[in-house]
């Protein structure tokens, strides 16, 4: 026999496979070991695979629930790379480490609780000292939390004194309440002229936040720019809201409670499509991330905070004027006053009330970009607007429903008495006071600050 005939080959990948070219009284002495082999292998790579997937599902499902813990750090300017940031439970251990990027960025992924996050102050670099090397942080709610360290010769221990804390809560007050009147002004404005309580209005600060962030972070635009895009747009989703949604229903005679549960739907469907799309944790912006305060003493102040007080001011000052002096202005406090009378005198009361949805969509757009750099450190959250909803009924209802300033008034003392409250409660409980207010004032004057008495029957 040839010695090609006593050859054989092996086709087929895996131990069913087909022998070719062997003479069948040597198929069983020849092919045994060479099978025993090749199943081995197989066996051993499978057994690999198999090992290698339950390890990777164990570590893509190992903890669902963390949160995120995040920070930059920065020395003025600089940006501070190649620290390592640790977290320790109550009991000591240390739970999860990182160490900062090239821009100074950080972050840990924990398991809610109560952490101390901790620099190593060997891995600093030469002539840098952080002024307070351990930080705690309570993540128990499962909402991602900033941590911020800051570097520099430490500061005297002095205590500020009582009047320049007050001093500074009443600032921080002011640009707070400002933030909820622009925001809340619109919602004030729709319900004077159609009656309607619109829940979904939060989620129009939330979507003009989103875009701002969209065009800042993923398409490279500077903020400033990307706030006056997002504002058009804004006054665009108003426009679409008022054709497509609430005059159809009017149209049709739906009543005020079947509109307000549209809303709450609407609210909510908003709500977890920004959810789907944007992200389940706070993201930040790219621009005015580190701030540097001016002044001194009680009237120490950010750049930035001090911005949004000039640029509410300035924005609410319009929106006066135009109120005022303008002939739209007119007709809106006409239709807010009786609608009906004011369509007998030849106003058109459904491009009013499409004009008041686009001012309220471009205005809850820019209160929404202002809260996330002021409030909320530079970042913006997918339930940022739906958070505020409540101080904004709270404020245009002290102040007397369906009046521009009235909601102006009401949300300036909300937001002055929900950051005056921290002075003597913990800023976790800060909501509570701006309630308490309203309703003590709502018991003694029912109809508001500005607001009119209704007779009813």
């Known amino acids: 026999m040839s010695e090609p005939d006593r050859q054989m080959s092996f086709e087929g990948g895996g131990p069913g ?11 069983a002495a020849s092919t045994p070991p060479r099978i025993r082999r090749v199943t081995i292998i197989l066996f051993l790579a499978l057994a690999a695979s198999l090992l290698g ?92 939390r900033p941590v911020i360290f800051s570097f520099g010769a430490k500061r005297s221990s002095a205590e500020v004194s009582p009047l320049a804390k007050f001093t500074r809560l009443t600032i921080d007050g002011l640009r707070f309440g400002l933030i909820i009147a622009i925001s809340g002004v619109g919602l004030s404005l729709i319900f004077g002229t159609t009656g309607l309580t619109n829940f979904a209005h939060g989620e ?37 809201n008022e054709l497509g949604i609430w005059r159809p229903l009017r149209r049709r005679r739906t009543g005020l409670v079947a509109m307000l549960v549209v809303s709450i739907g609407l609210a909510l469907v908003m709500r977890y499509l920004i959810l789907i799309f944007f992200s389940d944790r706070s993201e930040a912006f790219v621009d005015y991330q580190v701030q540097t305060q001016i002044g001194s003493g009680a009237f120490a102040i950010t750049p930035i905070n001090l911005a949004c007080i000039i640029i509410s001011l300035v924005t609410l000052l319009a929106v006066a004027l135009m109120l005022q002096k303008t002939r739209i202005g007119k007709a809106m ?51 940022m ?17 369906g009046t521009a300033y009235g909601a102006l008034l009401g949300c300036v003392i909300v937001g002055l008495v929900v950051q ?38």
Not at 385 to 401: C, D, E, S, V
């Open 17 to 27: 496979g087909i022998l070719v070219g062997a003479r069948p009284e040597r198929h």
């Open 53 to 144: 997937g339950v390890i990777g599902a164990s570590t893509a499902t190992a903890a669902p629930n963390d949160v995120q813990v995040f920070g930059t750090l920065r020395n003025g300017s600089e940006k501070i790379a190649g620290v390592k940031v640790t977290a320790t439970d109550s009991g000591g251990k240390v739970v999860a480490t990182a160490t900062s990027s090239a821009t100074g960025t950080w972050q840990l992924m924990v398991p809610p609780g109560n952490y101390t996050i901790a620099i190593e102050k060997s891995s600093l670099p030469e002539g840098i000292e952080v002024q307070k090397e351990e930080l705690p942080v309570d993540v128990s709610s499962g909402t991602a």
């Open 204 to 240: 129009l600060v939330t979507l003009g936040a989103v875009i701002a962030w969209v065009l800042n972070v993923k398409f490279g635009i500077q903020l400033i720019a990307a706030t006056v895009i997002a504002v058009v747009i804004g006054i665009g989703v108003g426009v679409v």
């Open 333 to 383: 406090r006409a239709v807010a006053d009786n609608r009906d009378l004011a369509a007998s005198s030849g106003i058109n009361v459904d491009r009013v009330i499409l004009f008041v949805w686009a001012l309220a969509g471009g205005l809850a757009t820019l209160g929404g970009v202002l809260l996330g750099l002021s409030e909320l450190g530079g970042r913006v959250q997918w339930e």
């Open 385 to 401: 607007g739906f958070k505020l909803l409540l101080l904004m009924f709270a404020g245009i209802t002290l102040g007397g429903l």
């Open 420 to 457: 005056l409250s921290t002075y003597w409660l913990s800023p976790d409980l800060k909501y509570v006071g701006g309630l308490l207010i309203l309703i003590i004032i709502l018991t003694i004057r029912p109809q508001g600050i500005l607001g009119s008495r209704a007779r009813i029957g």
